[in-house]
């Protein structure tokens, strides 16, 4: 079986695929964004995303299974419409962005995502559009983002947040949002070749944190405090930023 044996790799690896299943399975999957980032650390961007895209998929398939119980149909069929929009405008262009272009991408949306967290601002769509245009546009938005970098999540926030869904709720309903996403990014990646031996190797070594990850964040959803857990991680996406912009530049 062939895998990346860079040890460099495994030490942003882990972490990175550990808080994102504890995001995942009991925060909303925020920090779903902080994963290829810190992978970029020590691997280029677009390997960084096809590693990881494997075991985003098997997260999902035990975290949105956990929440099935809250799931909401109606508003998933207002989602995955502008979703799939634009994951493939982001299939059309993945191949034409270098890989610095894309750490400088990634890296811009680490800082600013981590920026407007920490500072408590929250941004909300407060247009008068049509439902229906509000969702298009946000999760077209957001399956774009998710395709470059699997950071679909900010978008996603922007859309619900204002609609004061309960916790476990808006939990359940991304977890299972984010695992169509991801099994329909499949295809893309596949395409473009990024699904290849390598990627899908290393991804199986690291496989086994994903559920670890799920049921953590699942256990912690009513244990921890979540302001202390999203400051520390923000803090950390935004080094983490910083560095991949510096790197690229």
């Known amino acids: 079986m062939e895998f990346i044996t860079n040890p460099y790799f495994y030490l942003a690896a882990v972490p990175a695929v550990?808080?994102?299943?504890?995001?995942?399975?009991g925060f909303?999957?925020?920090?779903?964004?902080?994963?290829?980032?810190?992978?970029?650390?020590?691997i280029p961007a677009p390997q960084a995303a096809s590693v990881m895209l494997p075991i985003l998929c098997l997260m999902d398939l035990v975290g949105s299974w956990s929440y099935h119980p809250h799931w909401?149909?109606?508003l998933l069929r207002r989602l995955l419409p502008g979703a799939?929009?634009?994951i493939g405008v982001g299939w059309l262009l993945f191949r034409h962005i270098s890989p610095t272009a894309?750490?400088?991408?990634?890296?811009g949306i680490a800082i600013l995502f981590a920026l407007q967290r920490l500072a408590?601002?929250?941004l909300k769509d407060t247009s008068r559009l049509p439902e229906w245009l509000r969702a298009g546009w946000w999760t077209s938005l957001s399956g774009f983002t998710s395709t470059l970098a699997h950071a679909g999540g900010p978008p996603m926030m922007i859309y619900l947040l204002p609609?004061?869904?309960?916790?476990?709720?808006l939990v359940a309903n991304l977890t299972l949002y984010f695992a169509m996403v991801n099994y329909l990014k499949l295809v893309p990646f596949a395409e473009l070749g990024?699904?290849?031996?390598?990627?899908?190797?290393?991804a199986l070594v690291l496989a086994p944190l994903a559920p670890i990850g799920v049921y953590l964040g699942i256990w912690l959803h009513k244990r921890i405090d979540e302001k202390l857990f999203y400051r520390l991680s923000y803090i950390f996406l935004l080094l983490t930023g910083i560095k991949l912009i510096w790197s690229a530049l």
């Not at 550990?18 to 399975?25: M, V």
């Not at 909303?28 to 020590?42: D, E, R, S, T």
């Not at 609609?163 to 709720?169: E, S």
């Open 72 to 74: 909401d149909y109606k």
């Open 84 to 86: 799939v929009l634009g």
């Open 102 to 107: 894309l750490n400088l991408i990634i890296g």
């Open 194 to 202: 990024l699904l290849d031996a390598r990627n899908l190797g290393t």
């Open 28 to 42: 909303a999957g925020g920090l779903g964004v902080l994963a290829v980032p810190l992978m970029a650390l020590a």
């Open 18 to 25: 550990l808080l994102a299943g504890i995001s995942k399975g």
């Open 120 to 122: 408590g601002v929250q």
């Open 163 to 169: 609609k004061q869904l309960d916790k476990t709720v």
